[in-house]
């Protein structure tokens, strides 16, 4: 039904271009442009399905849908050249259609801290660190309270919360009470700017990533952040300037976390960096500009041809 809906939307409307994004609407939004005739055709990658999501079965059939799919699609893009390798390395499209298209963000204006911390009815005086994101199984809430529990029995004085949802929220809850972990659930916010002025550090677990929103969010605040190495994360924190880069080993993760509550000159000092490299190379004008300039070239070509 979305299909069919879609192609008579699109024969309606007759636009130059198509332009989707994520897996779902990827496969029904090409789809109906193809059935609908639209001349020009451009996807967005923002991450992928090989690795972490299913069986090798259904990872296979992702793969196939891909390939069939680039082939009518005029122009491919990626959020980071890591997923771009990544999907050009299972066969998916090809290096002269294939960009790149870093995220676009802005943010708001951070409230105060402390008004934050009340209305989150956080700890108003000591160091937190957040996990901002989806509670699933990719994000590895597990290895996070591993973390934390491993920096409660360091001694470490380091409070920590949840800002999202997802299926695995109870689990960790249950284990956060069951081990007196210091962790505060708040759920799903929309207000980020209260989330992200109410933390002093961001820590991300993942066992896989595009190009984490939640990182570039935290840089534009001006917050220090841990991070496991994958996916596109080293493009968007730089290791020992803007934040640190670690394995997936919990040992490590705590390690540096430690290093952070330890020293405030190096927090402020990642955290000013991050600021202004995220603010540079990840800020919506320049998004709003590879666009335009990206839908210049193509109807261009369309039209030479």
Known sequence: RSLMQLTRTLRRLQPDIVHTHMAKAGVTGRLAAVMARVPVRVHTFHGHLLNGYFGSFKRLLVV??????????????????????????AGIGTKDKFGLMPPGLAIGVLPDRQDSRNALTLP?????????????????PDRFLDVVSEIKKRGVILDFFIAGDGELLDVCRERIKREDLPVTILGWQSDIERVLSSADMLVLTSDNEGTPLSLIQAGMAGLPVVTTNVGSVPEVVLDG???????????????????????????????????????SNFGVKRLVHDHEELYKKLLSSRAKS
Not at 124 to 140: E, M, P, Y
Not at 257 to 268: F, Q
């Open 241 to 279: 300037v803007t934040g640190i880069v670690t394995g997936l080993d919990v040992q490590e993760i705590a390690d540096a976390l430690e290093k952070l509550v330890n020293d405030k000159v190096l927090r402020t000092k990642l955290g000013a960096a991050a600021q202004e490299f995220t603010l």
């Open 64 to 89: 196939i849908a891909e390939k069939f799919l680039g082939f009518f699609t005029h122009e491919l893009l990626a959020v980071g050249d890591k997923v771009r390798q990544d999907l050009l390395n």
């Open 124 to 140: 108003a005086n000591s160091l937190h660190c957040a996990f901002i994101g989806r509670v699933t199984q990719i994000k590895r």
